[in-house]
C-alpha cells in the first residue's frame, strides 16, 4: 500500500523559505496528480497548489502565487513545494495528497501523508 510522507516544515522567520517534500513510500499510477493543501488552526483546509502526472500544468491559489513552486520527480516518486518569501499567514499544517484526478478539491484525493508543519513568525 502506497503511503505520503511529508518532511521540511518548521519555524522560519518572515520573508523566509522552506522546501518541502512528499516521498511515496510506494511507486503511485502514473496518473497520479498531486497536490499540496495546508490547515491552520480553526479553519477548512485550503488548496495550495497541483501538479499533473507528467509534471506540467502547475497551479496555485492566489495567495501563494509567485512565490511557492510545486515541482516533481517522478523516478523518485517525490513531489516538492519550494516556499519563498514566506508570510505569517502561510502559517498551517501542510499536507500532500495523491489523487487519479488534476483537482483543486480536497475532496478529489484518496491518499494524504500525515503533515508537517510550518510557522511563520512576524
Known amino acids: 500500500q502506497v503511503q505520503l510522507v511529508e518532511s521540511g516544515g518548521g519555524l522560519v522567520q518572515a520573508g523566509g523559505s522552506l522546501r518541502l517534500s512528499c516521498a511515496a513510500s510506494g511507486r503511485t499510477p502514473s496518473s497520479t496528480a498531486m497536490g499540496w493543501f495546508r490547515q491552520a488552526p480553526g479553519k477548512e483546509r485550503e488548496f495550495v497548489a497541483v501538479?499533473?502526472?507528467?509534471?506540467?500544468?502547475?497551479a496555485y491559489v492566489d495567495s501563494v502565487k509567485g512565490r511557492f513552486t510545486i515541482s516533481r520527480d517522478n523516478p523518485k516518486n517525490t513531489v516538492y513545494l519550494q516556499m519563498n518569501s514566506l508570510k505569517p499567514e502561510d502559517t498551517a499544517v501542510y499536507y500532500c495528497?495523491?489523487?487519479?484526478?488534476?483537482?483543486?478539491?480536497?475532496?478529489?484525493?484518496?491518499?494524504w501523508g500525515q503533515g508537517t508543519q510550518v510557522t511563520v513568525s512576524s
Open positions: 495528497a495523491a489523487g487519479r484526478t488534476y483537482a483543486t478539491a480536497p475532496r478529489a484525493y484518496d491518499l
Open positions: 501538479i499533473s502526472s507528467s509534471g506540467g500544468s502547475p
